[in-house]
Every structure is written in structure tokens, then in C-alpha cells.
């Protein structure tokens, strides 16, 4: 049992701490807190986090397999590049249309499926998760049975869930309906569109160190 916790744990705090940071996922879900409320915002997180699921379990249980075979994460890092740029020009070209009153809450927008599309076509996730897991077992912190890399797996999951409300409950509680201006949609948009461009220069980077550079 305390294996297991520990493994929790372990998954849990670098989780947490890793969410605190802006990034795609705590600026939208913050967007949906402060214009349409809690609910909203943690069925995207909801979202999110069970896409992030899949793909720490996948980069757990093969972590030893993607070691042998690095040209598979090297792949999946320069497919990310575009899918990056392409987000960030959607992002930072989105026309802010003020909604009427009528529009405030549409019925038909589903903020769970928005969070799994944001999560999967985040796919880097798994060679982050794959670098701490390889990590954690070379130095022994982490058992390569799966009942120990569930627990991992699950406390990743619900670190990212917790901070992620934790952001959506205090800036709803601070302010729903008075928006700050860096708050706004526009700004937002704005803000996560550059942390896409971000995004595609750092693996770019990275991938020059490896194969050109280092």
C-alpha cells in the first residue's frame, strides 16, 4: 500500500507543479471560469485530463520501448511543429464577437469534448511523460509493475485536475462577470496563440540540439 501511495504521490506533485505555469490548459480553462462559470470550466479540464490519462499511461508502459526506438519521439516532436503553428494562427486570427444576451450559455457547446480535442492534439505530452518515467526508474523511484504505474498515472491525472481548479475557482470567485482585461477573450486568444508559437520554437530548438548541434 505504501508503494502504491508513494507512486501516487510522486505523480501527483510533479503534476500539480507542473500545471502551475500558464499554458494552453489553465489559460482556457481560467477563459471558461470568468465568462461562463465553474461547471464549464472543469468539464474542459475533465476533458483535458483524460486525454493526459492515455497518453502517461502509454509513455509509462512503453518508456523502455520509445528508449530503443528514439527516432519514434523524434517523430512525434517534429509532427508537433506544424500542428503547433497552425493552432497558434487560429488562435491569435480569432475574431472576438461579443455574444448577445441570449448567447451567454449556448446549449450546444460542449466544453468536455473541446477539452479532449485541446488535449489530444497536445500529443508532446507523451514524451514528457516519457522523460520523467524514465527518470523515476533509472533512479528507482518508480517500480516498472502496473499496478505501481496506474497509481503513477492516476496521481498525474488528479494533480493536473486539482490546480486546474484551483485556477478556475478563484478567478470565477474574483471575477465572474467583471472580466479583467487580461482576461478577455481577445487576450486570451491572444495569449495562447503565442504560447503555441512558444511551443514550436522549443521543440524545433530541441531538435536541432539533438541531431545538428549536440
Known amino acids: 500500500m505504501f508503494q502504491i501511495t508513494s507512486h501516487f504521490f510522486l505523480g501527483f506533485i510533479i503534476s500539480f507543479v507542473g500545471t502551475i505555469p500558464p499554458s494552453t490548459f489553465n489559460l482556457l480553462a481560467i477563459k471558461r471560469a470568468t465568462s461562463t462559470g465553474l461547471r464549464k470550466a472543469m468539464a474542459f479540464s475533465c476533458g483535458a485530463v483524460l486525454v493526459e490519462f492515455f ?12 528508449l530503443a526506438n528514439k527516432d519514434i519521439s523524434d517523430l512525434i516532436e517534429l509532427i508537433a511543429v506544424p500542428i503547433f503553428i497552425l493552432l497558434a494562427y487560429l488562435f491569435l486570427t480569432k475574431k ?40 523515476f526508474i533509472s533512479i528507482g523511484w518508480m517500480k516498472e509493475e502496473w499496478l505501481y504505474m496506474t497509481g503513477f498515472v492516476v496521481g498525474v491525472c488528479a494533480g493536473s485536475l486539482v490546480m486546474l481548479f484551483i485556477y478556475a475557482y478563484y478567478c470565477k470567485k474574483w471575477f465572474y462577470g467583471n472580466t479583467p482585461k487580461l482576461f478577455t477573450e481577445k ?20 531538435l536541432v540540439w539533438q541531431h545538428w548541434i549536440k
Not at 55 to 66: K, L, P, T, W
Not at 113 to 123: D, K, T, Y
Not at 190 to 201: E, N, R, Y
Open 187 to 206: 487576450v486570451l486568444n491572444k495569449i495562447v496563440g503565442f504560447i503555441f508559437i512558444g511551443l514550436a520554437v522549443m521543440q524545433v530548438g530541441k
Open 55 to 66: 497518453y502517461c499511461f502509454f509513455a509509462v508502459i512503453f518508456s523502455r520501448y520509445f
Open 96 to 135: 472576438h464577437v461579443e455574444p448577445t444576451a441570449n448567447e451567454q450559455a449556448p446549449k450546444g457547446s460542449n466544453d468536455f469534448v473541446q477539452g479532449l480535442f485541446i488535449g489530444v492534439i497536445n500529443f508532446t505530452q507523451i514524451t514528457f511523460w516519457l522523460g520523467y518515467s524514465t527518470y
